[in-house]
């Protein structure tokens, strides 16, 4: 089992930047990946990035240039700085872990991101 806590989100004007946090309850040596995923209203739950056990990064389209993840080993945590938010990016994010030899998915309880003036 992998428990997974988020920091918290907030409201953010359109150009601003807010970093997300999720620690993981197991060293995250142990995780295969980790990302972080976004549910806006009305629409499906979307991949935002992600960063596997060796450090690949993968990032959608649409945040690629203003997002970062990465992680820090000693803290089991992984980071998502959002940077030059627009409204677009408003949604409930979450920290999601795929662990085990099955690659089972861990969800974080979610967080929301409102970018808006």
């Known amino acids: 089992q992998v428990q997974l806590v988020e920091s918290e989100g907030g409201l953010v004007q359109p150009g601003g930047s807010l970093r997300l946090s999720c620690k993981a309850s197991?060293?995250?040596?142990?995780?295969?990946?980790m990302g972080w995923y976004r549910q806006a209203p009305g629409k499906q739950r979307e991949l935002v990035a992600s960063i596997t056990s060796r450090g690949t990064r993968n990032y959608a389209d649409s945040v690629k240039g203003r997002f970062t993840i990465s992680r820090d080993n000693a803290v089991n945590t992984v980071y998502l700085q959002m940077n030059s938010l627009k409204p677009e990016d408003t949604a409930v994010y979450y920290c999601?872990?795929?662990?085990?030899?099955?690659?089972?998915?861990?969800w974080g309880q979610g967080t929301q991101v409102t970018v808006s003036s």
């Open positions: 999601n872990a795929k662990a085990g030899s099955g690659w089972a998915d861990y």
């Open positions: 197991v060293t995250i040596f142990r995780i295969n990946a």
